[in-house]
């Protein structure tokens, strides 16, 4: 290995086609805004609006939310967008990283250090210039500002940023990790959202002693918010109605298309999808899966049809009876009716995948998996095997906002029933079901979630570190964990040596079924069949910047 590598490229090879390619269709449906293609407006319908769009104040569920955010911001790198075989749109390649504020980085032999060269002249939504000042004092504020969770996010790669993060000149600033393993998990967070890099010199104006980074300054007012490098900035918000966002003409990777859009608030899905098919909008999020499948069949309009990382979760309390005990796990997990899952609930939109790592990732190797199939008469003998030949009763807790977890719910409650499996369905709040979980108090669960770092050691960490925010199922498993340390002490996180632990330690998880892997469900947008460009990304957020028309 050469003692330093410039935009360090991954030897391993992953069955993409790279380029940014283009969506194939042709439109008869118009544009929203009129001639979309020559005035460049486009209108997003969305079920909620956006309540602040200062990240590190805390965390705000909800589609506009992050839609709006993350589309205001940029990151010293990101993931590259490549066509995806046997797809019609583009996804991110998770294991290579591209310049983006940063012109270039290095990689120091011993995978320690890593070096940001940045781009000079880039302006941020105020007409600041970028510095390595800026880079420092952004992640000085994330670490500083509990609530929006970014010391978590970071933790183990960065733990000290004062230390680890250093200033080597105007342009330049780079990251030192304890373990080479932890590179590329800290490479991946730097490309998302939680990587965000600010104006600085804005911010520090508008601060305060009992306010010194300028975050309930910011969240005050969402019109404040307009403090990254991003592709998009707030024009006008009206609340409860719309959100008017334009282009940064000074955006690094240059002016969008899209140079300006109108997010308006539609809470029904099937009138948000109506409204693409008419031509009164150009985007629709968070549509039904039904819906989606009625749009296939239009040509006017563009449903994605790429694989995706969001994941249709079943969660058991491990701590307690029936589900501490791992032989009643396993038998659940035949107990479950995929296929009909995926055709009644999801209408073919979600795919079954019963594992937790990438299967596209370098070395993985998935051969001595489990197969889950559904399959009430082998769960049944599996519990008798267990002690319970007359089967159980429990609680199944779900979102009452997730009308496809709650369908879902439905599907296993009579299906486990031929396994003589009693289940009660519970719908409750979001927040409470989370604070409830994490409490003990709930049996089991299903959501819909992803680990937007799509790393094998961030995706095996996100739902099984004890005590974290993520793990549901209040799994501790010492023989998983140290196959966890043995990846991360075996070097590169995508080399062969690493990957026998990464494998491992994915074969003891879907074993021992703490959660149990439905399905991955595609993506939920519909567009304009004008518009091409569209990404899917990990973090389900539309890129509008790399949205083009058709002329």
């Known amino acids: 290995m050469p003692t330093s590598q410039r935009f360090r490229a991954f030897r391993w090879s992953v069955p993409f086609l790279v380029g940014a ?65 046997g797809s019609d749109a583009l996804v991110q390649d998770y294991y290579n990283f591209e310049p983006y504020l940063a012109d270039s980085y290095d990689v120091s032999e011993d995978q320690l250090v890593y070096t ?10 105020q007409g600041n210039e970028l510095d390595a000042d800026d880079v420092l ?9 509990p609530g929006g969770g970014m010391a978590g996010y970071f933790k183990p790669m960065i733990v000290d940023p004062a230390t ?29 959202n939680i990587g965000s890099i600010y104006d600085s010199n804005y911010l520090i104006e508008n601060s305060t002693p009992d306010d010194p980074y300028a975050v309930q300054w ?38 969008p298309d899209v140079k300006r859009m109108i997010r308006r608030v539609v809470a029904d899905p099937a009138t948000r999808a109506n409204m693409v098919t008419r031509g009164d909008a150009d985007v629709a999020l968070a549509l039904r899966s039904s819906d989606q499948a009625t749009l296939e069949e239009n040509d006017a309009v563009t449903v994605p049809t790429t694989t995706s990382n969001q994941y249709l979760l079943y969660a058991m309390n491990t701590t307690t009876a029936p589900f501490d005990d791992v032989r009643v796990r396993q038998a659940m997990a035949y107990a479950i009716p995929y296929d009909r899952i995926m055709s009644d609930v999801f209408f073919d939109r979600a795919y079954k995948y019963n ?22 008469a082998r769960a049944k003998q599996m519990l008798a095997d267990a002690g319970m030949p007359d089967g159980f009763s429990f609680t199944l807790s779900v979102n009452n906002q997730l ?9 296993i409650q009579s299906y486990a029933a031929e396994a003589g499996i009693d289940v009660t369905i519970s719908e409750i709040p979001a927040a409470q079901l989370n604070a409830e979980q994490l409490e003990g108090k709930i049996q089991a669960s299903l959501s819909i979630g992803a680990s937007v770092t799509m790393t094998p050691p961030y995706s095996l960490q996100l739902l099984t570190q004890p005590g974290g ?13 140290g196959l966890v340390d043995q990846g991360l002490n075996a070097g590169d996180a995508l080399s062969p040596e690493a990957g026998e632990f990464w494998n491992a330690a994915e074969l003891r998880m879907t074993e021992q079924a703490p959660y149990i892997f439905i399905a991955r469900v595609r993506p939920s947008v519909a567009l304009e069949a004008g518009i091409d460009g569209f990404v899917q990304r990990t973090d389900f957020r539309i890129d509008y910047s790399n949205l083009t028309f058709e002329q």
């Open 21 to 85: 390619l283009a969506l194939s269709a042709c439109s008869d449906g118009g544009s929203a805004g009129g001639d979309a293609a020559s005035t460049g407006e486009i209108v997003v319908v969305t079920p909620d609006q956006a309540s602040n769009v200062v990240r590190d104040y805390g965390y705000t569920a909800g589609t506009d939310n992050q839609d709006v955010t993350n589309n205001m911001h940029a990151q010293l790198i990101r993931k590259p967008y490549v066509q995806e075989d």
């Open 116 to 125: 940001f060269n940045l781009r000079e002249g880039v302006l941020s939504q």
């Open 137 to 145: 004092w952004s992640f000085e504020r994330k670490f500083a500002t």
């Open 164 to 192: 680890q993060i250093q200033k080597v000149d105007d342009y330049t600033v780079s990251f030192t990790v304890e373990k080479a393993g932890y590179g590329l998990t800290l490479l991946a967070n730097l490309a998302e």
């Open 218 to 255: 910011g969240a005050a007012d969402m019109m404040r918010g307009n403090f990254g490098y991003g592709a998009y900035m707030l024009e006008s918000v009206t609340p409860g109605q719309e959100i008017i966002m334009k282009a940064n003409p000074e955006f690094v990777l240059g002016e």
């Open 355 to 376: 594992h937790v790592l990438d299967d596209k990732a370098p070395n993985w190797d998935g051969s001595d998996l489990p197969q889950f199939e559904g399959d009430p």
């Open 403 to 411: 009308p496809a977890a709650q369908d879902t719910a439905i599907q």
């Open 469 to 481: 925010g993520s793990n549901t199922a209040l799994w501790n498993d010492p023989e998983f964990l």
